[in-house]
């Protein structure tokens, strides 16, 4: 006999039904069927959180402060298995997901992750074609893994970096991490037929804008995509000032002044990036010398084409990086007798359904977002980037 529907279960999704019976904007979710949110943008990335731990403490992310020797970490049996986190994956997919990207924390300290990047690799989407699986990192552990990585089916690997000086980048991760070691990450990615490979600066004034020209000439050339972000208020435990912020417009202009650079078409529809080329002598873009890419998410919000849901580690879906809360999909997930597939991806398309997020969009719109915004916002290492 199968298990009863536990009644928080039963309540939850009686309330989804219904709002979606009184929305006049729901639409069908039949095979071939485009899902859109209330602002008319498609589903199509998935970002998944695989830890809430790890072994840096960059200020701007998890501060020493506020994630101690004594902070307590999420229970493993709280995460999402690899199995769990694979079949939601699959509903994704089937709504119109075409990348995957594995976050954290450090997805890397988690144990036996090439596991789960084999099981994403099997995905499928409705017309048959394979997912692009990518993954962001601190690059620590990215030497002794790069291979086993590509080997599981890995395409695309962000490396966050934000100096290339030894000092500053020492201060910065607050744990004594040497910049070398996350380039030898870098290089073995690279040996290892990892082709598309990106580096991650996020730029604070005062702290690490010094190294704008310096890390773009390094990359330059390298087949290496380095990108510039605006410092973000990700979370509430960073400070996050408006003044500590350096523009993407001021970005531009600093590596401009020493490299020429040419702006770029954009690669894909709700790309983040603004991109910029480097110039050779005649003033064309060599390809060789590749590109930069600028992403102005506090300065130029590009909500209106965003496109990304986020599963944090253990299992709430979030419609926005800086939404409040989110929708807890594991107690679907942890009765497999009782909650079906379809009963899932119904559950996940009336989520994304209703979706209105604009955040950056109304911070943008105000001269302080303090008291005007939500300020309770979930942490970077707990939903990912």
């Known amino acids: 006999m199968s298990k009863p529907v536990p009644i928080h279960i039963v309540r939850q999704l009686d309330r989804l039904a219904s709002t979606i019976a009184a929305d006049p904007s729901a639409q069908s979710i039949g095979p071939g069927a485009r899902l859109q949110d209330r602002r008319g943008r498609p589903l199509r990335d998935l970002r998944i959180s695989v830890t809430d731990r790890c072994n840096f403490r960059c200020a701007y992310c998890m501060p020493k402060a506020a994630f101690g020797k004594d902070h307590r970490y999420l229970p493993h049996e709280a995460l999402l298995s690899f199995e769990e986190i694979t079949r939601l994956a699959r509903q994704f997919v089937a709504l119109g997901v075409q990348k995957i990207r594995i976050t954290g924390g450090e997805p890397l300290l988690r144990k036996g992750i090439e596991q789960l990047i084999e099981q994403l690799a099997t995905l499928r989407s409705p017309v048959g074609d394979a997912i692009d699986i990518a993954m962001t990192t601190n690059g620590s552990l990215l030497e002794r893994k790069a291979r086993a990585l590509k080997a599981a089916g ?27 070691k996350v380039l030898s990450g870098i290089e073995a990615a690279q040996a290892a037929g990892i082709a598309n490979i990106k580096v991650n600066m996020v730029v604070q004034r005062g702290v690490n804008e010094q190294q704008i020209v310096p890390m773009a000439r390094f990359f330059q050339g390298t087949g290496v995509t380095l990108r510039f972000i605006e410092y973000m208020d990700v979370g509430s435990t960073n400070g996050w000032r408006m003044d500590d912020m350096v523009a993407g417009e001021e970005v531009e202009r600093r590596v401009a002044s020493e490299l020429p650079l040419i702006p770029l078409h954009a690669n894909a529809p709700g790309e983040t990036a603004q991109r910029w080329g480097y110039a050779d002598a005649r003033g064309e873009h060599d390809p060789r010398l590749g590109e930069i890419g600028v992403i102005s998410s506090v300065t130029q919000a590009f909500c209106g084409d965003c496109n990304r849901a986020r599963l944090s580690t253990e299992g709430r879906l979030y419609s926005c990086l800086f939404a409040g809360q989110g929708h807890d999909l594991r107690q679907l997930l942890r009765n497999p007798s009782t909650v079906t597939d379809e009963t899932l991806s119904g559950v996940i398309a009336a989520i994304w359904q209703r979706r209105t997020d604009r955040y950056s969009e109304q911070r943008s719109s105000r001269s302080s977002i303090h008291g005007a915004l939500p300020t309770h916002r979930p942490e970077m290492s707990y939903i990912g980037g």
């Open 154 to 180: 890995l395409q695309r690997v962000t490396v966050s970096l934000d100096a290339l000086d030894d000092a500053v980048f020492q201060r910065m991760n607050d744990v004594g991490f040497p910049v070398a």
